[in-house]
RNA sequence: UGGGGUAUCGCCAAGCGGUAAGGCACUAGUUUUUGGUACUGGUAUCGGGGGUUCGAAUCCCUCUACCCCAUCCA
């Protein structure tokens, strides 16, 4: 676990400390109806981490209450991803459709408690009755039905009696609801469908809002932890669950809402993933440039990485948008430290080694250095070879490190080559390199004292493979795809004839590799033959010669268009706000911010015309009720406070007189509002009275100035934001007693 | 337009009144038989405007932008 909690685990922590579960329990909940992406990895990292994390559990829950659209081998794409993340849900996956009949009673309970009826209005009518977002809905005159009359219907419903969409049965909650999700939202509909697991059982179905929470219930779930857009759905949750009076019983769960993963060029919403697969766009839901657990695995990501790329990501609610290079960086990162670096040609041109008779075998380590692995293998050498194509240059820009007519190369683990003539087609093609080794370069062994810049890969033309590669690239080339119309032409290029040196193919040291300089690769776990290799590419080594060719060439500042704040109109004031505020700013000397937020809330300026009679300190008052009064006020009503305008203007009387400073009033009036007990009360049990003399305070700056010698040396060399640091550190030591103004003057005067 | 959310570096993200963490990306350098890795350094005043305070990313007021809700989907 990180050192730095996310929001969900601190809920957790805090239900667990405060006693309110003694367990914590939570599930993963897909639909089975589409393959598992990314984004499901984030859900089932924060379920499935959050119960290992605080010793609890985690339950894999099928949520499929749509006969229409689910099916059997979604779930087990499901139950794979969960597996291959390494997580255990005890070979026991649990189905909301395994509930239908314990849903069914909860439903009966609800329309007997009044709370539920059949409604048998159309689709289209109970969409126009529903209202809109800013208009309220009405209710549907079959509301009215008797409990008799409901409970006949709904069971007529369930024995299949009614076609499709004939009736529905609808919680009775309000349709005058601000949040659309309560206007008598509908809890079960008739789908004459045969469900993947329940067969033909059931005509009718819950819907989501109705057993999404109760299958948590049943399942003894604490934190039911979904993403943001059922933030509105919450309210039903609640509503299903009290209103069965389940919470009483146990301890019922509440629902937590976090951000979902978005990440760019790619999509994530299951219909377009959909829409590729049907489309042909792609191969399937396992292909290697989709953004589904079946596509990285194939791909070659290590489930390792996707669990650092979670933990590296974060959890909250705010709306984001990850770099895709993040995920890229975690594959990368994981992979440097676990597989083998082997040579592979992808783009071959033909060296021929003049000077070089006969062959022999290299014998090369398969990590780095500083890779603490062992092992390596034998590379055949010859006199004719290849090299990438792009390591040789004719006419090299400037801070070319390859092979050029003029500038030798390194074979990685043999000799030192020469250019010595350039072969061209009657096209001016390159078709050969003739070049000349030098026998003395061997690595390990090299006394030849030839400077190279650097080492590149090679294979020897007889003994290497012939493999084929896939190189894959983003799916979309625009960062937020919209559509089709965005997608990357070259998301894939097939390399059917690359040369790889033979100990992969033969020996097969590991399936994943580092083809030296170029990338890492996944030997293709469907097409991988023997006889005809398939490697994809998982992502490329980070790149700093290009992206510095690019730059040189490109050097484009992109100018950044500032945005511009628009300010909006403030609502005008009533005649009444406008008296009030200007009896505050003229007779009473406020501020006209001040005298605005008080003048335009009716509790506030009431509150504090009431300590005003007590207290005759007009500014001293305003500012504590405008300011800390209001925020109280904000969630409570003014006869739920527990102090008085009589306790306010005790404790704004204490800072006049200058018993205590500002600081301490802020603490004592949270103490206030949470105890109501009297600020002089307060003030004196704890011995709250400021200390206001130097001789008292100036001890403690210098005992902080000998501990702080490196911030008192920063603060001389200009660097005033120190001040607030060692004010700080006095008022800490002296419990927040010491008056903050003279210790800032003192402070000050002493770091001059 | 009603309700519910969210805003801290190019991208994520800590921070809960007292020196603006960290990662990715970018960038400069050191090491290097991978233009890789590793290492060292560089890079923000917190959506805008006011207010309260000795001191505000944090508290108050206000404005703005973005996301979600009017499926018999989940």
Not at 15 to 34: I, S
Not at 260 to 282: A, C, D, F, H, P
Not at 478 to 506: F, H, R, W
Request: contains cysteine; negative net charge; charged residues 30%.
């Amino acid at each position: 676990m990180s050192e730095h909690k996310d929001f969900l685990r601190t809920i957790v922590e805090e239900d667990l400390k405060a006693g309110k579960y003694n367990k914590v329990v939570t599930r993963f909940p897909p639909e089975p109806n589409g393959f598992p992406h990314i984004g499901h990895a984030k859900s089932i990292v924060i379920n499935f981490g959050i119960a290992r994390d605080y010793h609890g559990h985690c339950n894999l829950r099928m949520d499929d209450t749509n006969p229409t659209k689910e099916d059997t081998k979604y779930v087990e794409a499901l139950k794979d991803a969960v597996e291959w993340l390494g997580f255990d849900f005890d070979n026991n996956v649990h189905f909301t459709s395994d509930y239908f009949p314990k849903l069914y009673d909860y439903a009966i309970e609800l329309i007997k408690m009044g709370k539920a009826y059949v409604d048998s209005l159309d689709e289209e009518e109970i969409r126009e009755y529903r209202g809109t977002v800013t208009e309220a809905g009405k209710r549907s005159k079959y509301a009215e039905r008797s409990v008799e009359e409901n409970l006949d219907l709904f069971e007529r419903m369930k024995n299949g009696e009614f076609k499709d969409g004939e009736h529905v049965l609808r919680a009775k909650i309000d349709m005058t609801a601000a949040n659309m999700k309560m206007r008598d939202p509908l809890l079960y509909r008739i789908r004459h469908a045969h469900h993947f697991r329940a067969g033909d059982a059931w005509s009718i179905y819950p819907m989501y809002d109705f057993a999404h929470c109760l299958a948590d219930y049943i399942e003894g779930i604490t934190h039911s932890i979904c993403t943001l857009e059922f933030e509105n759905n919450r309210d039903i949750y609640n509503w299903v669950l009290d209103t069965l009076g389940l919470g009483s019983i146990s301890p019922r769960p509440y629902q937590h809402e976090f951000a979902r993963l978005g990440i760019n060029y790619t999509v994530m919403s299951k219909r377009k993933l959909l829409e590729l697969v049907k489309g042909g766009q792609v191969s399937g839901w396992d292909d290697p440039r989709l953004p589904t657990i079946a596509g990285y695995k194939r791909r070659g990501y290590t489930p390792e990485s996707i669990l650092n790329f979670c933990d590296g990501i974060g959890i909250t609610k705010a709306n984001s948008m990850v770099d895709v290079a993040q995920l890229e960086f975690s594959i990368r990162d994981d992979l440097n430290t676990k597989v083998p670096r082997v040579l592979c040609v992808l783009d071959p041109l033909k060296v021929t080694i003049e000077n070089y008779e006969g062959s022999e075998e290299i014998e090369a380590t398969y990590y780095p250095h500083d890779v603490p692995k062992e092992g390596s293998r034998k590379l055949p050498f010859s006199r004719e070879i290849y090299i990438e194509r792009d390591d040789f240059m004719e006419n090299p820009p400037k801070g070319y490190y390859r092979l050029t007519p003029e500038q030798p190369v390194r074979l990685k683990h043999a000799y030192i080559i020469s250019c010595k003539e350039v072969v061209k087609d009657v096209n001016g093609n390159i078709t050969e390199i003739k070049a000349e080794y030098h026998p003395d370069s061997r690595s390990g062994s090299d006394t030849s004292g030839i400077k190279v810049k650097s080492a590149i890969q090679w294979v020897s033309a007889s003994e290497a493979k012939e493999v084929e590669i896939r190189l894959y690239d983003r799916l979309f080339k625009d960062e937020a795809p919209e559509g089709l119309e965005d997608i990357n032409p070259d998301s894939l290029k097939v390399i059917k004839n690359a040369l790889i040196e033979p100990a992969v193919i033969t020996e097969k040291p590991d399936e994943r590799f580092q083809f030296e300089r170029q990338g890492y690769f996944y030997a293709d776990p469907v097409d991988y033959t023997d006889e005809k290799p398939v490697f994809n590419k998982i992502v490329g080594l980070k790149d700093s010669w290009s992206k510095k060719k690019k730059t040189t060439t490109e050097s484009a500042p992109k100018p950044q268009a500032k945005k511009v704040q628009i300010d909006g109109e403030v609502a005008p004031m009533t005649e009444v706000q406008e008296k009030l505020f200007n009896k505050y700013r003229a007779d009473l000397g406020l501020n006209s911010e001040v005298a605005n937020t008080l003048a335009r809330d009716e509790k506030l300026s009431y509150f504090y015309a009431e300590a005003l009679t007590v207290l005759n300190s007009p500014v001293g008052l305003a500012n504590i009720v405008a300011n800390d009064v209001a925020r109280e006020l904000k969630a409570k009503e003014a006869s739920e406070l527990k102090f008085s305008a009589k306790q306010i203007a005790d404790l704004v009387k204490m800072v006049d007189d200058e018993t205590i400073s500002s600081k301490i009033a802020k603490q004592v009036f949270e103490e206030m509002a949470k105890s109501g007990e009297s600020p002089t009360q307060i003030v004196e049990s704890k011995g709250l009275v400021q200390i206001s003399d130097p001789s008292k305070i100036l001890p403690i700056i210098d005992e902080i100035m000998e501990k702080n010698p490196d911030n008192v040396a920063k603060f001389k060399a200009g660097n005033t934001k120190l001040l607030g640091f060692f004010v700080g550190q006095v008022l800490k030591s002296t419990g927040g007693k010491a008056n903050p103004k003279v210790v800032n003057e003192l402070v000050s005067e002493k770091l001059k």
